[in-house]
Nanobody, 120 residues
Framework: QVQLVEFGGGLVHTGGSLRLSCAAS????????MAWFRQAPGKQREVVAS???????NYEDSVKGRFTISRDSAKNTIYLQMNNLKPEDTAVYYC??????????????WGQGTQVTVSS
């Protein structure tokens, strides 16, 4: 089992910055990818940024050049640095991990969610 705990949400003005963190514990050796998702009211949950165990990062088009996902393997932690925030970034942000156990299959784990609000 994997547990994910998120930190760093808050309220900022347009153009401001926030840094989210997500600490993983438990069976972290089985994690092959981690990601940040977000969900705004009335909208579907969408992936914002992802990073594999090999360090490959991918971003949703609207955040490219503004957000950066990174990892600290020694601390089993990923981060999302969010710069030049816009009101449309307002959402609940969720940390995600994908795990693969040989002979058993894969499974997903979700963090508790943290609110990011960007005021006009």
């Amino acid at each position: 089992q994997v547990q994910l705990v998120e930190f760093g949400g808050g309220l900022v003005h347009t153009g401001g910055s926030l840094r989210l963190s997500c600490a993983a514990s438990g069976s972290t050796k089985n994690i092959y990818a981690m990601a940040w998702f977000r969900q705004a009211p009335g909208k579907q949950r969408e992936v914002v940024a992802s990073i594999t165990s090999a360090g490959e990062a991918n971003y949703e088009d609207s955040v490219k050049g503004r957000f950066t996902i990174s990892r600290d393997s020694a601390k089993n932690t990923i981060y999302l640095q969010m710069n030049n925030l816009k009101p449309e970034d307002t959402a609940v942000y969720y940390c995600y991990s994908g795990s693969l156990v040989e002979g058993e299959g894969d499974y997903s784990t979700w963090g508790q969610g943290t609110q990011v609000t960007v005021s006009s």
